[in-house]
């Protein structure tokens, strides 16, 4: 016998074997001779995928038709799972072996079936524990079976109580013996024979919770275009010798499967804000807008309030509303002539207004918070444009984190991104802000707009802004806009027939909507399950929104 060859029983024979001896009937044909000649191992047709692929083309070879996966590993005595395995490895192979996914419901007893199959049922066993003489009731209540088995053998009418017995109830039997009928038809069933039992005898049994129908999805084989009972072990890589060699030429390759999924790189993963801000950026670049610089959450109450003719009783700048900063508490570097400027505006009035006609308190300008909109930004950036002479017409965004010390519910945080555009420009109007509008949101994928008067310190007109929401069949507020009023703008120093329009929305409601999250604590904060980051799909703002993550899937 030359080198390279060698008889071994493959780890599942030897399994079988060894609890069972050459005479034993019960040996499935599988296991006769023929198993020696399976197992026969040689060096280059290695068996790429094992005795049980090999039995399998075995009995595929010897079956008219086809075999069923279930029935081949009940057949060899195996685990379907194995042969599952070898359909699946056979599969990778090539055209070997087609294979046809099919789920068949079976019954199966459940652990308790099981467990009745072999000791009877729990009304047989409190039967047969019933002496002649008769059992006292509470003595047969603490057998295992005796609470289910005693009310099933009093309502079949086996056994009696005898409730008047001396010293307590008496349970006697009524009948001699009895069939096990409920053992009888599980065995059945074990036995595979479950079409036996008619529907009533299956759904009483399944009621006992002693019989469940499962769904056993199991491969329907047959032969494929390539079929053949030995199968060479394929080539997965091409070396640099096969091909010095040219053996290459005569070696079967592993086809390479194009649809495999290739392992996900473990990669960091933006947050569902982050990846909706980036689509709002790059909409606002498209458009030709210029990011403005929004790095500092600390503003003065200047800049966030004062500038933008917000007077200083007004209801936004006091402690409900706005979180002021006990260290800095006040911002040192004001621009003072400009300032002198805000000052007579808000309490004389000039540029065409009356003011508001209160004493501008320079204390209150001063004081530090954390910004509540990131038209402060805005209102740094139009000044500094007002300072380049001669006025450029701009258009600027800013997206970042605004703080607001609001009553906190699903859809309101403490704080949230503020997404704004600005345009500065000659003469621009309230329908000029229409037009803007429409052309941002319809990248946005929202066509549907509806303005609605609205009212802001700093601008004049303002407008709310609505969209019809497909999903959810209703008008949803997307925005605020408006026309930066005169006295914002002129004490800036920009040229009287400049016009500024902006807008502002925020970027957690389009970002909850688009993932179909309903509660911003699901979003943002120590409660965000970072799975929902990994799995959070790339962002199209214009197209459908996704239906919400169902469980499974995940
Ligand atoms: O974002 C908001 N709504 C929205 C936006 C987009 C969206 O997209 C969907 C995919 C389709 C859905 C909804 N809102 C603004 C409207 C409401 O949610 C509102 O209840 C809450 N608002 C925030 C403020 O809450 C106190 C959102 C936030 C907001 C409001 C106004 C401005 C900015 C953000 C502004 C402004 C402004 C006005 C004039 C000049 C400059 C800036």
């Known amino acids: 016998m030359e080198q390279g060859w060698r008889w071994e029983l493959s780890p599942v024979h030897l399994l079988r074997l060894r609890?069972?001896?050459?005479?034993?009937?019960?040996?499935?044909?599988?296991?006769?001779?023929?198993?020696?000649?399976?197992?026969?191992?040689?060096?280059?047709?290695?068996?790429?995928?094992?005795?049980?692929?090999?039995?399998?083309?075995?009995?595929?070879?010897?079956?008219?038709?086809?075999?069923?996966?279930?029935?081949?590993?009940?057949?060899?005595?195996?685990?379907?799972?194995?042969?599952?395995?070898?359909?699946?490895?056979?599969?990778?192979?090539?055209?070997?072996?087609?294979?046809?996914l099919r789920s068949t419901k079976r019954w199966e007893l459940t652990a308790e079936g099981e467990e009745i199959a072999r000791e009877g049922s729990h009304e047989a066993r409190v039967f047969r524990s019933i002496p002649p003489e008769g059992l006292a009731q509470s003595e047969l209540m603490r057998l295992p079976s005796g609470k289910v088995g005693f009310s099933k053998a009093m309502s079949n009418k086996w056994i009696r109580v005898d409730k008047s017995a001396a010293d307590g109830p008496r349970v006697f039997r009524v009948v001699d013996s009895m069939e096990d009928e409920v053992q009888r038809r599980l065995q059945l069933v074990q036995g595979g024979q479950a079409e036996k039992l008619g529907e009533k005898e299956r759904s009483e049994l399944r009621k006992r919770k002693l019989l469940a129908e499962v769904t056993l999805k199991t491969y329907w084989v047959s032969k494929g275009s390539a079929f053949s009972t030995s199968i060479s072990k394929q080539e997965t890589e091409l070396s640099p010798e096969m091909i010095s060699s040219g053996s290459w030429r005569d070696r079967p390759f592993k086809p390479y499967n194009f649809l495999a999924h290739g392992v996900l790189p473990d990669s960091g993963h933006l947050h569902p804000l982050l990846k909706v801000r980036s689509q709002f950026r790059q909409i606002f670049l498209e458009m030709g807008f210029t990011e403005m610089p929004t790095y500092n959450f600390i503003e003065s109450s200047f800049w966030n309030f004062d500038a933008l003719f917000q007077p200083q009783q007004h209801p936004a700048r006091d402690q409900h509303d706005t979180f002021f900063l006990r260290d800095p508490a006040e911002a040192l570097q004001l621009p003072m002539d400009y300032v002198q400027r805000v000052k007579r505006t808000h309490s004389q009035g000039g540029y065409g207004s009356q003011g508001y006609k209160y004493t501008w308190k320079l204390d209150e300008a001063r004081k530090n918070l954390l910004r509540t909109h990131t038209t402060s930004a805005s209102a740094r950036a139009l000044y500094r444009?007002?300072?380049?002479?001669?006025?450029?017409?701009?258009?600027?965004?800013?997206?970042?984190?605004?703080?607001?010390?609001?009553?906190?519910?699903?859809?309101?945080?403490?704080?949230?991104?503020?997404?704004?555009?600005?345009?500065?420009?000659?003469?621009?109007?309230?329908?000029?802000?229409?037009?803007?509008?429409?052309?941002?949101?319809?990248?946005?994928?929202?066509?549907?707009?509806?303005?609605?008067?609205?009212?802001?310190?700093?601008t004049e007109p303002s407008m709310e802004v609505f969209s019809y929401h497909q999903g959810l069949k209703k008008w949803v507020e997307v925005g605020n806009s408006g026309v930066f009023r005169p006295e914002m703008l002129l004490p800036m120093g920009l040229p009287e027939n400049v016009s500024v329009i902006a807008w502002g929305l925020s970027l957690e409601r389009p970002t909850m909507i688009k993932y179909g999250i309903n509660n911003i604590r699901d979003l943002v904060g120590h409660k965000v399950n970072l799975q929902m980051v990994y799995d959070s799909p790339l962002c199209r703002l214009d197209a459908e929104p996704r239906p919400p993550p169902t469980q499974e899937a995940a």
């Open 19 to 100: 609890h069972h001896t050459q005479d034993d009937d019960t040996l499935s044909p599988a296991l006769r001779l023929d198993t020696f000649k399976m197992a026969m191992h040689t060096p280059d047709s290695a068996m790429a995928d094992g005795p049980v692929a090999e039995l399998l083309l075995r009995r595929l070879e010897a079956s008219d038709g086809g075999l069923d996966s279930a029935e081949l590993a009940a057949e060899l005595g195996m685990e379907h799972q194995a042969v599952v395995g070898a359909v699946k490895s056979l599969q990778a192979l090539g055209e070997i072996i087609e294979a046809e």
């Open 385 to 458: 444009l007002a300072q380049k002479k001669p006025f450029t017409p701009v258009k600027y965004f800013s997206i970042d984190r605004v703080f607001r010390n609001e009553t906190l519910d699903a859809t309101h945080l403490a704080e949230f991104h503020q997404i704004e555009g600005v345009v500065a420009d000659h003469g621009l109007t309230l329908g000029h802000l229409m037009g803007v509008l429409r052309e941002f949101f319809t990248k946005l994928g929202i066509t549907q707009l509806r303005f609605k008067p609205a009212y802001n310190p700093y």
